[in-house]
């Protein structure tokens, strides 16, 4: 710790996935970035206590604990990192911000609408102390998605007209691929929709300036059982003899309009064989297109309809120069950002505006917006694909022109 600094004391609980990206940026965070705030990772917390204390060594964790409650409770813990599966997240952040700590949750911040509001109620109470929260939306800091907003905001492409968005993967395209916490509705909420479809959610909202009013969805189970894990590792594990039910979604498609009125198409799969990490949008404005796609993750595509006829294409930016967002605590030009960034990133904003006592973006009212999006494609399931429009947005949406 940096003696000249006030510290910020974090707890994170879990410590799987999710907790080694998040450890790997409060570590790096503060070596490449000059920040107000030093952060300390004082202790990480689990189910197992044997468990937990390999991964603190690995990740770098000061101690383990295995009571979450305890924990919160703690006057030595200042920010509360929540990465545990969806069914814990509102219990867990309640208590936190009731606790007068800071909450960061892993995405998406709930598993219900219910759980959504009462949590975005609880930050909002804790706000009037001072106490902030966030949800880690983390593509949003890629430094070519930052860009793509900052040039929709300056007007670059003119007025958005059209939206599309895919997220695609392949980790459970494979029958074999045996079941998780990710396949378990009482878990996780939901599948792809809620897993990767809120990363495109919270990415239109972001880089348009604009929420999802409406929606028209369909869901669909393509694989119903799989077998059950010996063993898990990252994304998938070791399948054992014994099967199990699938209880979520493996793909959400759903059509929708923003609160301009302007259409948009979202796709989310983890069945797409070939698709890695392929989170893709595409924004058609009155003078030109945006065009991003992480498996590219440094580039952002840019085409200009006022170009000369002859001159018209796409220009490919490399955002990796130091003018671009984030990119100057980094490597030289072309040398390139990878996915551990974003959280880096995300830890650099968090810190910042907890030291400037300002609402840290995106805030629990922002995940609300993106889980009430989830609610109303679930709904709109259900009604076998017929609009639902989200109240909130929907009176905006009644005045735009179509």
């Not at 949590?119 to 902030?132: F, H, N, P, Q």
Request: with cysteine.
């Amino acid at each position: 710790m940096n003696g000249t600094q006030t510290p910020l004391r974090v707890a994170m609980i879990g410590y799987a996935f999710m907790g080694r990206a998040h450890s790997q940026a409060w570590r790096v965070a503060p070596r490449f970035f000059d920040l107000p705030l030093d952060p300390e990772m004082r202790v990480l917390v689990g189910r197992s206590r044997d468990r937990a204390e390999e991964a603190a060594r690995h990740l770098g964790w000061a101690e383990v604990a295995t009571d979450w409650r305890e924990v919160v409770q703690r006057d030595d813990v200042d920010l509360v990192d929540i990465c545990t599966p969806g069914d814990s997240h509102e219990e867990i952040a309640v208590a936190a911000l009731e606790a007068g700590k800071h909450v960061l949750v892993e995405k998406p911040m709930a598993n219900t609408l219910a759980e959504a509001e009462r949590m975005t109620a609880a930050a909002e109470r804790a706000a009037a102390s001072g106490v902030r929260s966030m949800v880690g939306f983390t593509y949003r800091r890629v430094p070519a998605v930052s860009l793509a907003r900052q040039m929709v905001a300056d007007g670059r492409i003119g007025e958005v007209r059209q939206v599309r968005c895919q997220y695609l993967q392949d980790w459970l395209a494979d029958e074999q691929t045996p079941l998780s916490w990710r396949t378990d509705k009482a878990l996780a909420g939901s599948g792809a929709l809620g897993d990767i479809g809120a990363h495109i959610v919270d990415l239109t909202h972001f880089v348009t300036g604009q929420r999802v009013a409406a929606v028209s969805g369909m869901l669909e189970t393509v694989i119903r059982e799989r077998p059950r894990a010996e063993s898990f590792s990252g994304l998938g594990g070791v399948a054992g003899t014994e099967r199990g039910p699938v209880t979520v979604d493996d793909v959400a498609i759903f059509t929708a309009r923003l609160e301009s009125g302007a259409p948009a198409v979202f796709e989310a799969t983890r069945m797409a064989w070939g698709r890695k990490n392929a989170m893709r949008i595409e924004v058609n404005g009155s003078r030109g297109s945006l065009a991003f796609d992480f498996e590219e993750m440094n580039v952002l595509q840019h085409y200009d309809a006022d170009a000369p006829a002859g001159e018209q294409g796409f220009t490919r930016i490399l955002a990796t120069e130091p003018v671009h967002p984030y990119v100057s605590a980094w490597w030289p030009p072309g040398h390139g950002l990878g996915y551990e960034h974003g959280f880096v990133h995300q830890v650099v904003d968090l810190v910042n505006a907890i030291a400037a006592g300002e609402q840290p973006t995106p805030s629990f009212a922002d995940g609300l917006a993106v889980q009430r999006v989830l609610d109303a494609v679930e709904a709109s399931h259900a009604d076998e694909g017929r609009l639902h429009r989200i109240s909130e947005n929907a009176q905006t949406l009644e005045g735009a022109a179509r």
